[in-house]
């Protein structure tokens, strides 16, 4: 496999490593670049479709109840009362923003595997976890800003939980360059890699205090803007269910067999958690549609629905594009269809979420996500060796771009649904906690581990330069971001919608932030500036 830096021009040096076939070395480095960057861009695809299936098995993992016996005081027989398992300020940080961070995650403990036994650590991983830290803090909240209806306004009711969220999320950057540059200048240590992901369980703990409303160690904020409902009832489109024609409803429903849920939590003043069922029409027809069973089947009746998803991954034209009354458009999605059968058919053998409260969907979708990352740094090195662009580069920007995906998907939803802006705008916190945390911690533990107990030597950083001066311009432009989401709250009264043309000149400002950010950060590392 070639190395991050084993071609340095374009055209000037042949590189002789391949993906699969080795026949590949005798194309031009400019189809070669060419057809990888297809493949990079195919694989990004593929990591939106297996998300998918990764969310709907975490919403079973999330919504499952156990039975607790309680004793009413007032007729003295025990009562039997269905609590839910996990509390939602935990599985938001750990479920929701650890799934849509884990192809950052993998790539980067990928990167960490290979480079076992070097005093160097490599660049792929940290490149792409900080380059997709501010493509969630920039690009993410533009859509989310304008997605909105024109004139709606949706804000953060819980602003305590989004504080100490998002004070854990600054502290991440803070924390990665000092031990960057003015603790131990250009390593890191073992003792550094374990505070590093130590703090993760911080961020838990304070999060759930924050929660739970602690004394002494939460901020002394009230819940009192947070409405019963967080979205509102709504009648949507029928759904087949067989044969047969159901109507389904957008409304809260505790029931323990209920109609398939939305992927985040619904907040209620009286109950804690509860989860809504919304149209499954506001979400774009994707690669994944085998991940979308309308009802939940009896057990006896999961190896039909398991069935199902190979049929579903192998049928091009679905009863819905049938109804389109544009012949062009049924073709066009048809060909589409047909372009991700593979990724569909592949996805179909994850087993369905309703097994075993979703746990095995969500294992085997991890395992997916893992191999996919694995494939996309083999396709990052042949790009880099093939073009020149180094590396860093390429992480910062087309790998963050595609392994952030997920969290464009789960924040857009987010925005679109719900009445308040706490999920969308969450989501983007905690996912930028996780990569720090853990997607940059775990790696740089398991080489420093090794590194120490081989040589007793640190893990030296090869790019530490660059990567601190990212961090230097992230940090100044995320000001820049929350800086505008503070002033909307001040003056419109919430962070997202809005009159259409301030949503919009929101947008192109959080945009402008971005292209800053990876401009200045391409630049340092090409060593123009």
């Given at each position: 496999m070639a190395?991050?830096?084993?071609?340095?021009?374009?055209?000037?040096?042949?590189?002789?490593?391949?993906?699969i076939?080795?026949?590949?070395?005798?194309?031009?480095?400019?189809l070669r670049g060419f057809l990888y960057f297809l493949a990079l861009a195919y694989c990004f695809v593929g990591l939106s479709a297996i998300t998918d299936c990764f969310f709907r098995s975490m919403e079973n993992v999330v919504k499952h109840s156990r039975a607790v016996e309680e004793i009413d005081p007032l007729t003295n027989t025990k009562v039997i009362k269905y609590e839910k398992v996990w509390n939602y300020t935990i599985a938001d940080i750990t479920l929701l923003a650890f799934g849509t961070s884990f192809p950052q995650i993998s790539l980067a403990t990928i990167d960490a595997i290979r480079n076992i036994g070097s005093l160097t650590a490599g660049g792929l991983g940290p490149g792409t976890l900080v380059g997709s830290a501010a493509f969630d803090l920039f690009p993410i909240h533009a859509v989310c800003v304008v997605v909105p209806k024109a004139g709606e306004l949706k804000r953060i009711s819980d602003i305590g939980v989004w504080l100490v969220e998002l004070f854990w999320s600054f502290w991440a950057y803070i924390w990665l360059y000092i031990i960057l540059k003015i603790w131990t200048p250009n390593v890191i240590t073992l003792w550094e890699a374990l505070l590093t992901v130590a703090q993760f369980g911080l961020l838990l703990i304070h999060a759930y205090a924050q929660d739970k409303r602690w004394p002494y160690v939460s901020l002394p904020m009230t819940r009192s803007e947070r409405p019963e409902d967080w979205v509102p009832e709504e009648k949507i489109a029928p759904y087949r269910d067989g044969n047969k024609t159901r109507d389904n409803y957008s409304e809260v429903d505790e029931d323990r067999n209920s109609i398939i849920v939305d992927i985040f939590s619904i907040h209620s003043a009286n109950t804690g958690f509860v989860y809504e069922n919304v149209a499954d029409t506001d979400i774009h027809e994707s690669s994944s549609e085998q991940c979308r069973n309308d009802t939940?089947?009896?057990?006896?009746?999961?190896?039909?629905?398991?069935?199902?998803?190979?049929?579903?991954?192998?049928?091009?034209?679905?009863?819905?594009s049938k109804k389109l009354n544009s012949k062009s458009l049924r073709v066009a999605k048809a060909l589409w269809k047909l372009v991700l059968a593979p990724w569909r058919l592949l996805f179909a053998f994850v087993p369905p979420y309703q097994i075993a409260n979703g746990w095995i969907a969500f294992i085997f979708s991890l395992?997916?996500?893992?191999?996919?990352?694995?494939?996309?740094?083999?396709?990052?090195?042949?790009?880099?060796?093939?073009?020149?662009?180094?590396?860093?580069?390429?992480?910062?920007?087309?790998?963050?771009?595609?392994?952030?995906?997920?969290?464009l998907v789960a924040s857009k939803i987010a925005a679109e649904r719900q009445i308040t802006a706490d999920s969308a705008i969450a989501n983007i916190t905690c996912s930028n906690s996780v990569n720090i945390y853990i997607g940059i911690g775990v790696p740089w533990l398991i080489d420093t581990l090794y590194n120490y107990i081989a040589y007793k030597k640190p893990l030296r950083i090869e790019n530490a330069a660059g990567l601190s001066f990212?961090?230097?311009?992230?940090?100044?432009?995320?000001?820049?971001?929350?800086?505008?989401?503070?002033?909307?709250?001040?003056?419109?009264?919430?962070?997202?919608?809005?009159?259409?043309?301030?949503?919009?000149?929101?947008?192109?400002?959080?945009?402008?932030?971005?292209?800053?950010?990876?401009?200045?950060?391409?630049?340092q590392v090409s060593n123009i500036i």
């Open positions: 190395s991050l830096n084993s071609s340095s021009t374009f055209g000037h040096e042949r590189c002789l490593f391949y993906f076939f080795h026949f590949e070395t005798k194309l031009s480095h400019g939940i089947p009896q057990k006896d009746d999961l190896l039909s629905v398991w069935k199902m998803q190979f049929i579903d991954a192998l049928t091009l034209e679905s009863p819905e395992v997916f996500i893992s191999g996919i990352a694995y494939i996309v740094t083999k396709i990052t090195d042949l790009i880099s060796c093939v073009t020149g662009i180094n590396a860093y580069i390429i992480a910062l920007t087309a790998l963050a771009a595609g392994t952030s995906w997920p969290d990212s961090l230097l311009i992230f940090f100044a432009t995320s000001v820049g971001c929350i800086g505008v989401l503070v002033f909307r709250r001040l003056t419109l009264g919430a962070e997202l919608g809005g009159p259409r043309h301030w949503a919009w000149l929101t947008s192109f400002y959080l945009m402008l932030l971005w292209l800053v950010f990876v401009v200045l950060s391409s630049l």
